[in-house]
């Protein structure tokens, strides 16, 4: 079978963050039993160097500069609300991209979109098999953040609201097949495609970035890690470090938190402080794991399963999470729930005074991501949906 996967964000290094690490485990696994062609977009930090190793994991890697903007935002803006498509997907297209997929779609069987941005490239004539891979609904998440307070702008993102939900039910038509990580996903996109077959397949974890720890260090000190330049994740460490942290100041004097991630944004930076440290990009996120006692992951927003969760799980950190923290996960014994500043430092309290509870849910929780949350896990299931696929008539 010849596959065409479409992957506007670079897939490689797997370090980089949610979208590479799903679309470059996946791609790894599907070319072990296929030809996997791979179009993808060089920015400015991608290296000759990681795009010689991302060929290795294809049968043809065709990469393209990144088109400039040529708009101004009131221009896209204008272009949303008339032709309905989000800017955060128009600033992604290529028209020399387009115009290799037109010219060489015939001789592929399935298409894949790795994230939902990648839609834009698929032709609804297009007579191949079509599956997009969500990674999280974009309607779900401008929604979400309205909800709970989160959203950078409020007044733009009311406006956008009915637009991206007519946007997700618009493109969900054009395919046959859809995956998306969690159950929650499935049932908004179900409703905006009936028909469709949609898959839930979660993500995986690379045993070997994120090993067992080998001892519990005990101690007052927490973590938080992912992208330090993402909306949710700017908004969690925030809500820790502001609100969390100074009640658990009170009780432990000596309480200490690291942010770890790529790319924080000023706002990050700023929270850095005697007892919080900020890391920017490390080379391994496993090693800050390891010296921590608890790893918090105080989710107000963002659909999806969480990478951060299943890493801290594998390595075996007790957790303390928020609902959105745990989405799609089988938590019970596993974490600790909280989604309130009082049940935060009461679950966190409660994990610093029990060396034995931070030891049954360290156990409990990665011999939980060995069994269900592997990659090759993954990768059979998303073979499995190509495959199938592949016999569908359209």
């Not at 062609?37 to 160097?49: F, I, K």
């Not at 800017?87 to 894949?112: C, G, L, Y």
């Not at 030891?359 to 059979?380: D, I, P």
Request: with cysteine; glycine share 6%; net charge neutral.
């Amino acid at each position: 079978m010849n596959i065409l996967m479409l992957s506007t964000t670079f897939p490689y290094p797997p370090t980089k963050g949610g979208t590479q690490v799903r679309t470059f485990h996946l791609l790894k696994y599907l070319n072990q039993a296929h030809n996997v062609t791979v179009l993808t977009q060089r920015s400015a930090d991608v290296s000759d160097a990681e795009i010689k190793a991302l060929r290795e994991f294809t049968g043809e890697l065709v990469v393209f500069e990144k088109a400039p903007q040529a708009s101004s935002k009131l221009q896209r803006f204008a272009e949303f609300l008339i032709k309905g498509t989000p800017p955060s997907v128009r600033s992604n297209f290529s028209p020399a991209m387009q115009a290799w997929i037109d010219q060489h779609i015939e001789k592929f069987d399935v298409i894949t979109c790795e994230h939902s941005v990648n839609e834009i490239y698929v032709r609804p004539e297009f007579q191949q098999k079509k599956i997009v891979n969500v990674h999280s609904s974009v309607y779900g998440s401008c929604k979400n953040q309205l909800q709970t307070g989160t959203s950078e702008n409020q007044l733009r993102d009311r406006i956008n609201l009915p637009l991206l939900k007519r946007y997700e039910k618009r493109y969900c038509q054009k395919f046959t097949n859809i995956v998306v990580t969690t159950d929650d996903d499935r049932a908004q996109l179900q409703a905006f495609n009936p028909t469709a077959e949609i898959d839930v397949i979660p993500n995986g974890v690379d045993f070997a970035a994120f090993p067992y720890r080998t001892n519990d260090l005990g101690g007052h000190h927490l973590i938080f890690i992912g992208a330090m330049d993402n909306l949710a994740n700017i908004d969690a460490a925030k809500f820790l470090s502001l609100e969390i942290l100074p009640q658990l100041e009170a009780i432990y004097p000596d309480v200490t938190l690291s942010l770890v991630g790529a790319r924080p944004t000023a706002e990050i930076q700023q929270l850095g402080k005697k007892n919080i440290t900020v890391t920017g990009q490390v080379e391994s996120i496993a090693d800050y794991l390891h010296q921590a006692t608890v790893c918090v992951i105080p989710m107000r927003t963002g659909y999806g399963i969480k990478n951060k969760t299943l890493e801290a799980m594998a390595a075996g950190i007790p957790i303390v999470s928020s609902d959105r923290g745990l989405e799609g996960l089988q938590s019970e014994h596993r974490a600790l729930r909280a989604n309130s500043i009082n049940e935060y430092v009461a679950a966190i309290s409660w994990l610093f005074e029990d060396g034995n509870l931070r030891s049954q849910l360290s156990q409990n929780a990665r011999s939980l991501v060995e069994t269900e949350y592997t990659w090759e896990r993954a990768g059979r299931q998303y073979l499995q949906v190509l495959e199938r696929s592949s016999q569908v008539e359209i």
